[in-house]
């Protein structure tokens, strides 16, 4: 299996999966609306692969050229990143969400069917456990009611990968990801003010915020802030490269999903104390009211991605807020 479709490939983490996908002698080619991402990107990605890569300037919800460029490419695999994903925004704008991330899947698997291509690795996330019982969580815990449309989408297109049978798919339950590639060329780029702590965090290094709000210091953890697994994005986009060989490895598998997070938990003032240490910089930052929806802790258990993909964390969390402090400067 060669050319693999990558939706949503000069996002952040689909962006990063160009690289290792390349890096692993698969050939990308690239569908992305730039809804939430920049033409820039591809260029970088030029820079940093040495290859000229296939780029579509496309919706996901277009089927008809979805199926034109399956079979133009003889694509034999499919990573699906194409999905809006602010937890917030999703709640003040539900149809939005599922039309694009429900929508565009069928649209996606719809393509697929008339092109019979059956490999899949679809992004989801750890937001379907919602709040864990315990943490680590495994892939077998309870899936929880969602506490967002953009989590429900997420959990519904788990659902229509294991309900569609012709289907060789792979979701992956992605945790916190952050920081970006070594070269500093590609990283996150939130548009408008961001929704998750690290862009803040770096944005609030640079100046360009006033300071950060913790939300809330009153949960059952050791300081009061809430944890979460947070995970390099080179690891995460690693991930994608062995989900891919699992897939081309396992012909007769149908449907499986793998969390990938360190399995390590951190506070929200461990992140925040972490990266004033490594990029000796004082951050500003003030302890506000909770984030309505926030889950108290979540990490993973990873044994299963592990002892199944044969996929490990490599970057540590002083790797991840350093990578994410360079890309800042970079950016500016
Ligand atoms: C992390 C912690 C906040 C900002 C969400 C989605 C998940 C994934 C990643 C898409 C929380 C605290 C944050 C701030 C803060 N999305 N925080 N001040 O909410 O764990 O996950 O984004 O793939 O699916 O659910 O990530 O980075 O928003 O928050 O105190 O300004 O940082 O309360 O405890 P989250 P986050």
């Known amino acids: 299996m060669k050319n693999i479709l990558v939706t949503g490939g000069l996002g952040y983490i689909g962006s990063h999966t160009v690289v290792e996908l390349i890096a692993h002698n698969y050939n990308p080619i690239i569908i992305d609306d730039l809804s939430n991402t920049n033409i820039e990107v591809l260029e970088r990605l030029k820079k940093i692969t040495g290859k000229e890569i296939t780029y579509y300037k496309n919706d996901v919800c277009d089927t008809a050229t979805l199926t034109h460029i399956l079979n133009t490419h003889h ?6 990143f194409a999905a809006f994903k602010a937890v917030g925004e999703s709640v003040q704008f539900p149809l939005k969400y599922y039309h694009n991330n429900i929508g565009g899947l069928v ?3 719809s393509a697929m069917e008339a092109c019979q291509i059956k490999n899949i690795v679809f992004s989801s996330s750890c937001t379907v456990y919602g709040e864990p019982d315990f943490s680590p969580v495994g ?22 990968l294991n309900e569609c049978a012709f289907l060789n798919a792979v979701a992956l339950r992605y945790f916190n990801p952050i920081g970006a590639h070594e070269s500093a060329l590609i990283g996150e780029l939130p548009l ?14 640079a100046g360009i915020r006033e300071k950060i709000t913790v939300y809330g210091n009153d949960y059952n953890t050791k300081d009061g802030t809430c944890v979460r697994d947070y995970i390099h994005v080179v690891d995460l986009a690693k991930a994608h490269v062995k989900a891919i060989d699992f897939i081309n490895q396992n012909p007769n598998n149908h449907f499986d999903v793998f969390n990938i997070g360190t ?14 240490k490594v990029n000796q910089i004082k951050l500003n930052y003030t302890i506000g009211a909770r984030r309505v929806g926030d889950v108290e802790k979540v990490w993973a258990n990873n044994d299963k991605a592990s002892n199944v993909l044969g996929w490990q964390a490599e970057l540590n969390l002083e790797k991840m807020v350093e990578s994410a402090w360079r890309w800042q400067q970079h950016l500016h």
């Open 139 to 160: 892939e077998l815990s309870p899936i929880k009611k969602a506490s967002s449309p953009y989590g429900n989408t997420k959990q519904i297109g788990e659902e229509i």
């Open 263 to 276: 399995g390590n938990g951190f506070t929200v003032l461990e992140i925040i104390e972490t990266f004033e």
């Open 192 to 205: 408008g003010v961001p929704n998750n702590l690290v862009p803040f965090i770096t944005q609030t290094a």
């Open 107 to 109: 649209s996606l698997i």
């Open 75 to 80: 694509i034999e695999g499919v990573i699906h």
